[in-house]
Antibody
Framework: QLQLQESGPGLATPSETLSLSCTVS??????????WGWIRQPPGKGLEWIGS???????YYNPSLKSRIAIFVDTSKNRFSLRLSAVTAADTAFYYC???????????????WGQGTLVTVSP | SYDLTQPPSVSVSPGQTASIPCSGD??????ACWYQQKPGQSPVLVIY???KRPSGIPERFSGSNSGNTATLTISGTQAMDESDYYC?????????FGGGTKLTVL
């Protein structure tokens, strides 16, 4: 059974760079059919896609966050990571990692999700 | 940027059919997905590519997508279906989520 687990600090200071990782177990991150994504959700609010990455390094980013984010993959550790720079209180959210299939030139949906990790941005 | 609009709330009586709409410009030309999220839990994919159900999702969940509106339909709604539901679409290779709909079963 595929499992995804987010890790990283639960607290960040305004203006700093937030780093989160997602470790994949029960399957390989290097499968050609899948992309790996980050989605966040401020407490009590809706979902916001941050970006997605393929093991080859191909990335897609949310245009509204593109200037502040970087997503990269480490196939040797079967994990992918997110860096979000210049954080503010507005970046306080649950951060989820998830898998999505891209098959026959069509996207499916995020079918496996991590449990999520709450990141609070506060002085 | 591409936007998806959902009603904040929908109510349904147990055993009846619930329909949750999601609207966006020419949404029918894109693939839509739907997620169920219960309090304190991660979202669960219930419909992908407009009308396909992942393994393990009950048959009472179905989807459609045409024109400017995608719809999640829950037939024979049960109390356990009371959740937040989010639509999601692909705009080229970027992901867009709707604002979410709280389904109340009463």
């Amino acid at each position: 059974q595929l499992q995804l687990q987010e890790s990283g600090p639960g607290l960040a200071t305004p203006s700093e760079t937030l780093s989160l990782s997602c470790t994949v177990s029960g399957g390989s991150i290097s499968s050609s059919s899948y992309y790996w994504g980050w989605i966040r959700q401020p407490p009590g609010k809706g979902l916001e896609w941050i970006g997605s990455i393929h093991y080859s390094g191909t990335t897609y980013y949310n245009p509204s966050l593109k200037s502040r984010i970087a997503i990269f993959v480490d196939t040797s550790k079967n994990r992918f990571s997110l860096r979000l720079s210049a954080v503010t209180a507005a970046d306080t959210a649950f951060y989820y990692c998830a898998r999505v299939a891209y098959i026959r030139s069509s996207w499916t949906g995020f079918d496996y999700w991590g449990q999520g990790t709450l990141v609070t941005v506060s002085p | 940027s591409y936007d998806l609009t959902q009603p904040p709330s929908v109510s349904v009586s147990p055993g009846q059919t619930a329909s949750i709409p999601c609207s966006g410009d020419k949404l029918g030309d894109k693939y839509a997905c739907w997620y169920q999220q219960k309090p304190g839990q991660s979202p669960v994919l219930v419909i992908y590519q407009d009308n396909k159900r992942p393994s393990g999702i009950p048959e009472r969940f179905s989807g459609s997508n045409s024109g400017n509106t995608a719809t999640l339909t829950i037939s024979g709604t049960q109390a356990m279906d009371e959740s937040d539901y989010y639509c999601q679409a692909w705009d080229s290779s970027t992901v867009v989520f709707g604002g979410g709909t709280k389904l109340t079963v009463l």
